[in-house]
């Protein structure tokens, strides 16, 4: 049986595995994608959770008001080009998306109740979320994303390089 309870170690983990992507700069959305499935439990919302966290940490960094905001309606063709969302994908990335920013403004939105019916893929739209509103942050305060991601990692005390394997494991 797999593991049910999420720890701080996992927490820190799934912060670190974002932030060095996105200080990485050019690597591999669905390598991301992979590592960050691998962290996630069945039927919870952790990795997606934390994802969420760091985009609002993001908007707080940069100051980002309802008096000068990010577009929506260009978010997602900006800045996760990459990924083309089709059919229930739109609603699936809009809510990741809304959820993460009515969370920064003080309102809780019902996860569990919203995700439900879902596939068990809310983590990965919460990534895709949070990667948008992290970059359209760093495009909106004219700083690149890699430094933003450094910003990121020191308010949560992380070193985003990931782990090097062990030379006496490798052949």
């Known amino acids: 049986m797999g593991r049910q309870q999420v720890t701080d ?96 403004a003080g309102l809780e939105p019902d996860l569990l109740d919203e995700i439900r019916f879902w596939r068990d893929d809310f983590w990965h739209y919460a990534l895709y979320a949070a990667i948008a509103l992290i970059r359209a942050t760093a495009t909106k305060t004219n700083q690149p994303v890699p430094q933003l991601a450094h910003q990121l990692a020191q308010l949560h005390d992380l070193d985003p390089t990931p782990p090097r394997a062990d030379p006496d494991t490798t052949e």
């Not at 669905?30 to 966290?53: C, K, R, V, Y």
Request: net charge negative; glycine share 6%; no cysteine.
């Open 9 to 104: 170690q996992d927490r820190r983990e799934a912060r670190r595995l974002l932030l060095g992507w996105l200080i990485d700069d050019d690597g591999d959305i669905n390598q991301l994608g992979s590592a960050a499935f691998e962290l996630h439990i069945p039927h919870h919302t952790f990795p997606g959770e934390d994802f969420m966290g760091l985009a609002i940490d993001a908007l707080d960094l940069a100051r980002i008001e309802r008096a000068d905001p990010i577009a929506y309606e260009t978010l997602l063709a900006d800045h996760v080009p990459e990924i083309e969302f089709r059919g229930k994908e739109h609603r699936k990335i809009r809510f990741a998306v809304l959820a993460t920013t009515a969370r920064r």
